[in-house]
């Protein structure tokens, strides 16, 4: 399984192979981005795309950014999706953490739905806090 971060400039060449992908990620966003969304993001923010492929057959698709904080520097793993994420995981999370080291990030972090802990816990992932939300509006 190989990997490789796709430039901006080659977006459109993967993007009918991996919108489904990222769709399945979109659906748990709630309504805070769509697949549009995340392609206009690749294009107007300094996102990377990274694709699990092997032969012409791409796998998995996993869109990260490097976030700065006062004390310490991330890449972020905003969107990830794909099939059969045993066969690329693994190669997906090394090439993400030596981008990462080659990039001053000291941590990666990522958000999601629950079951995200199960695949990554093995690998160091500590669950550090819970994300909630609350409507604005409540039932009276």
Not at 6 to 11: K, S, V
Not at 26 to 32: L, N, S
Not at 49 to 77: D, S
């Amino acid at each position: 399984m190989e990997v490789s971060l796709i430039l901006p400039q080659n977006i459109e060449s993967v993007w009918a192979q991996i919108e489904d992908y990222l769709q399945g990620a979109a659906d748990f966003t709630y309504g805070r981005f769509n697949v549009s969304d995340i392609k206009v993001c690749l294009y107007t923010k300094p996102q990377q795309l990274w694709i699990a492929y092997e032969g012409n057959k791409i796998y998995g698709a996993v869109v990260t950014e490097i976030t700065t904080y006062p004390r310490k520097t991330a890449l972020v793993m905003h969107f990830t999706g794909g099939i059969d994420l045993s066969l690329w995981k693994d190669p997906m999370l090394k090439m993400l953490q030596r981008f990462a080291r080659d990039h001053g990030c000291s941590i990666i972090e990522s958000y999601g739905r629950p079951g995200w802990k199960k695949v990554f816990e093995k690998d160091g992932f500590k669950q550090q806090f819970m994300f909630y939300e609350l409507p604005v509006e409540t039932a009276v």
